[in-house]
């Protein structure tokens, strides 16, 4: 299953972690956060650049742990190379320091310091609707198999009364001179022909 957020986070923050996702999930909102979401013989680092790169907008819990993590940074630097939106979410009254205040300078903040934890989690989920709103839902890629399978796929039986138009549609026209049957004997030999600018060959 898609997802919208990705949840990043500092490993000694998970609680909190764990907070906001099921606080977002139960407003509709689909997560993805380690380690809950890493499938079964997925390295940990494909598994988060691949959510990384399908998810719609970040979220940051920040705090000292996430404000000295490589891994919070690597992600942070990922969002922002695929410019996905990161909302940073302040669990202590600290500002980011180095790496992290060069992509984040510029972001707009959401404090949950003061008590209680569940009015912060609800304004992160309105807040969250409306940036989502903003973001473009990314097509779903077809399996390369399946798009063989359409290229090559026989055409649809057209509905009773449509048969008349979609024969002239595929049939060779008239070519001066030469007679209908002969004109059939070059269709059933293997000739060329095109159908509305695509070319095809009878078998």
């Known amino acids: 299953m898609g997802h919208d957020v990705f949840v990043s986070h500092s490993s000694k923050d998970k609680r909190f972690a764990d907070a906001v996702v099921a606080s977002l ?12 979401d890493i499938l079964p013989g997925v390295s940990w680092a494909t598994s988060i650049l691949r959510a990384i790169e399908s998810c719609r907008l970040m979220v940051l819990v920040f705090s000292s742990n996430s404000n000295s993590s490589d891994h919070v940074r690597r992600e942070v630097e990922r969002a ?7 909302a940073p ?9 180095d790496d992290l205040e060069y992509f984040l300078s510029s972001s707009h903040w959401l404090d949950a310091i003061t008590p209680p934890l569940e009015s912060h989690l609800q304004n992160l989920g309105e807040k969250v609707r409306a940036l989502l709103a903003t973001q473009p839902v990314a097509a779903a890629k077809a399996p390369v198999l399946e798009v063989a399978k ?11 009364g449509k048969v008349d138009s979609v024969v002239a549609a595929i049939e060779p026209p008239a070519l001066p001179g030469v007679g209908q049957q002969a004109v059939a004997e070059r269709r059933d030999r293997g000739l060329w022909g095109r159908v509305r600018g695509v070319s095809f060959r009878r078998v």
């Open 25 to 36: 999930e139960q407003q509709g909102i689909r997560c993805w956060v380690a380690p809950r």
């Open 150 to 160: 359409a290229v090559t796929r026989e055409p649809p039986v057209p509905a009773v």
């Open 80 to 86: 922002v190379y695929r410019q996905i939106p990161v």
């Open 89 to 97: 979410l302040r669990i202590q009254d600290i500002l980011p320091t």
